[in-house]
């Protein structure tokens, strides 16, 4: 499987700025890099009244827009995929794959923080995300310090 953490943390912790600040710093050191967001509550993609949500409404299980450099595909499942299995079938032509959540999947994490209480159990996380100066048994980076989280990810992701 294609090297895959999460980046987790409560609402507003800031995963998604930090996320925005990695992937560049990933690619510049020569990574092709996917990103993944996870969202629990659902999402829609669609917009009533565009082809594809006509599609669907027709009855499609699976619909699919694609263009010149750009695909996506919309699809209805009955329950949800697990991380492995998109990751797998998505994300084949990347070398590492950032989620965005994730939180329960068992996959290394990496948790951004901005109090000084954590979500995560200590033993499922790779290193944390903080401006404070919490005690923890992993690695601590400030949320500045992208060059030294994608140094961290290539020693301990098998790159």
């Not at 509550?41 to 594809?52: L, P, S, Y």
Request: net charge negative; charged share 30%.
């Amino acid at each position: 499987m294609v090297p895959t953490f999460s980046v987790i943390g409560k609402k507003n912790s800031g995963k998604t700025t930090f996320i925005e600040k990695l992937v560049p710093e990933l690619m510049r050191r020569g990574l092709r890099v996917g990103v993944l967001k996870h969202d629990v509550h659902g999402f829609e993609m669609d917009h009533e009244g565009k082809d594809t949500w006509r599609h669907t409404q027709a009855g499609a299980c699976t619909v699919a827009i694609a263009g010149p450099g750009k695909m996506a595909v919309l699809k209805n499942l009955e329950e949800e995929m697990p991380l492995e299995a998109v990751v797998e079938r998505f994300y084949w032509d990347v070398d590492m794959v950032v989620t965005e959540g994730y939180k329960r999947a068992g996959r290394y994490k990496i948790e951004i923080t901005r109090t000084d209480i954590l979500i995560s159990e200590p033993s499922e996380l790779m290193a944390v995300i903080s401006d404070l100066p919490l005690e923890v048994e992993v690695p601590r980076y400030s949320p500045e310090d992208v060059a030294g989280v994608a140094d961290f990810l290539l020693d301990n992701m098998n790159m």
